[in-house]
């Protein structure tokens, strides 16, 4: 099995643009999201990994919130516009990492995919490997870690899916209705059409539960990607969420199907 190199790459670019597009877009509000968080920083959990995931508050200073933020804008700057290194892409993981969980109030599902997303791409190679490598420790590791982050797409819709079933509004088609009326998401409107809301519910809950089917077929993948667009970007403008859709679909680059039109360093779908 080879390395999808082409979707490496995109991943690599989509995933950093969106870093440096989201931070870029909270600096009017970084007072209150990390220099005077508007609410208490969460413990850190117990053990070594918490060294890495929350640096802030066990061996950072909150204080260098701030520092980190451009620091991790500039890393992604770097890996959308030139190869990725790998020892950055740790970096960029620690700091990000660590800013997500030290803001977690602001944090979404889809921050956590990203942040998971960086810690796999660490392994990514940054530049297109040679034939001859292409068999070896290294080439597993690299293929492992693409896989993984294909993987954790998925299992994220899954996980979502199966979790509006063990409620009870999502299954009772009235779960798109109550959220609108929340004055933090809205919109309003749409708990005054009940017929809308009510296939809306549905809809996202089909959508959930058959995305990580649907996509390991050539034919089915395409439709599916684009639902997901459509999903997205209509839940992310209409309830104000659009860092978190833009974070999943970045991570759609993972599934490109252009190596398998190239007919190059590609992967069975």
Partial sequence: MKLPWHAVRWLQRAVNAWIFGYLLS????????????????????????????????????????????????????????LPARWYLTLVQWVLFSSLVNF?????????????????WMILLPGKEPETQARVGAKHVLHLS???????????????????????????????????????????????????????MNYAVLLFQLTFPIAVWWKRTRGWWMLMGVVFHLGTGLTFGILDMGMAFLVVYSAWSRRDERVGSASVPA
């Fill in 26 to 81: 909270s600096l009017p509000a970084a007072e209150w999201i990390w220099v005077h968080p508007a609410v208490p920083q969460l413990p850190a959990p117990p053990g070594v990994a918490a060294m890495l995931t929350h640096a802030f508050g066990s061996w950072l200073p909150p204080q260098g919130a701030i520092i980190a933020v451009v620091l991790v804008m500039a890393i992604a700057l770097h890996g959308a516009l």
């Fill in 103 to 119: 803001a977690w109030l602001t944090s979404t599902g889809g921050h956590q995919l990203i942040a998971n997303v960086l810690f």
């Fill in 145 to 199: 870690a693409f896989w993984i982050i294909r993987l954790q797409l998925l299992a994220a819709y899954a996980v979502t899916g199966i979790q509006k079933l063990t409620g009870v509004h999502w299954l009772a088609g009235d779960a798109m209705a109550i959220v609108a009326t929340d004055g933090a998401y809205g919109p309003s409107w749409l708990a005054t059409v009940p017929l809308l809301a009510v296939l």
